[in-house]
């Protein structure tokens, strides 16, 4: 079976500053790892993926993430955050040995990001 | 750029009722699924759906639960008699079609679903 923890129900970060969103995933072979942003009202957008190759992922709104095998991690990350990515973060897994689509969710990390 | 459609974004309605919940995928879309939120829970994967036919179902997807995709724009979710614990925000989304399963899926912005 498949699944995603988000281990901070929030976090909070000074604009300007270092934005990371942890999660970490176990399935039961080499993973398709996504992050989705959520904003008030609105739907779940994609920022970026890790499906092979380079572990370190760029993806929209100059977020990145890095997939680290060995911790079973797939943290997001963004050099200096805006008040405008305040917003609430999933990350998903879909492992690619099972049958279907389906994305398994993390419980989400709100990100407040203060002036 | 395109975008996954939903309607209504709230609706209310009266536990045992049947409601219908609309959405229009990003058109070169072949593969769809809808996912669910009960307030303050994950996101939960419900069904998915592929040429018309369901491709995988969760164990929330019960009898009470239909999908289909009438015109060839629409996909709906149908819940035919609601229950209390069917309140949540339900999510569409879709994605090109992949055999390997590494396509992104893209989702709308959600029906807001409360049952009395």
């Known amino acids: 079976a498949q699944s995603v923890a988000q281990p901070e129900d929030q976090v909070n970060v000074a604009e300007g500053n270092p934005l990371t969103v942890k999660c970490t995933y176990s399935?039961?072979?080499?993973?398709?790892l996504f992050w989705y942003v959520q904003y008030p009202n609105r739907g779940l957008q994609f920022l970026l993926k890790y499906i092979t190759g380079d572990n370190l992922v760029k993806g929209s709104y100059g977020f990145e993430a890095e997939f680290n095998k060995s911790q079973t991690s797939f943290h997001l990350k963004k050099p200096s955050a805006l008040v405008s990515d305040s917003a609430l973060y999933f990350c998903?897994?879909?492992?690619?040995?099972?049958?279907?689509?389906?994305?398994?969710f993390g419980g989400g990390t709100r990100v407040l990001v203060k002036p | 750029e395109p975008e996954v459609t939903q309607t209504p974004s709230h609706q209310v309605t009266q536990m045992g009722q049947e409601v219908i919940l609309r959405c229009v995928p990003i058109s070169n879309h072949l593969y769809f699924y809808w996912y669910r939120q009960i307030l303050g829970q994950k996101v939960e994967f419900l069904v998915s759906?592929?040429?018309?036919?369901?491709?995988?179902k969760s164990e929330i997807f019960d009898d009470q639960f239909s999908v289909e995709r009438p015109d060839g724009s629409n996909f709906t979710l149908k819940i035919r008699s609601t229950k209390l614990e069917d309140s949540a925000m339900y999510f569409c989304a879709g994605s090109l079609l992949s055999g390997r399963g590494t396509e992104t899926q893209y989702f709308g912005p959600g029906t807001r679903l409360l049952v009395l």
């Open positions: 759906f592929y040429n018309n036919e369901i491709s995988e």
């Open positions: 399935v039961s072979g080499n993973p398709y």
């Open positions: 998903a897994v879909r492992d690619p040995e099972a049958a279907g689509n389906k994305l398994t």
